[in-house]
């Protein structure tokens, strides 16, 4: 089963940005809903982003107006700007689409500290 790779987590401090990246390489990328999500030391997981093929685009409320999510269907790419980072948004961060056969990648760890 294919795996997403996600990247472009590091260390940041708060207020800073960052852009993540992922890439999952399935058929009819363009026909499927992406999300990525964020687990947290000891939470369960989130939902943080979603985006449909179309351009459809809700946001968790803990990340509205600083978060933004984008695709590039020619290139099976999912992207994670985010803006005005604070240290509650410390988690590993993973993009998955619901109801492709796309496996779980490692995620990236994005950690926000001074």
């Known amino acids: 089963q294919v795996q997403a790779v996600e990247s472009g987590g590091g260390l940041v401090q708060p207020g800073g940005s960052l852009r993540l990246s992922c890439v999952a390489a399935?058929?009819?990328?363009?026909?499927?809903?992406m999300r990525w999500y964020r687990q947290a030391p000891g939470r369960q997981l989130e939902e943080v982003a979603g985006?449909?093929?179309?351009?459809?685009?809700n946001y968790a409320d803990s990340v509205k107006g600083r978060f933004t999510i984008s695709r590039d269907n020619a290139k099976n790419m999912v992207y994670l700007q985010m803006n005005n980072l604070k240290p509650e948004d410390t988690a590993v961060y993973y993009c998955n689409a619901p109801a492709a056969p796309l496996a779980w990648g490692q995620g990236t760890q994005v950690t926000v500290s001074s």
């Open positions: 985006i449909t093929g179309g351009g459809t685009i």
């Open positions: 399935i058929r009819d990328f363009n026909h499927f809903l």
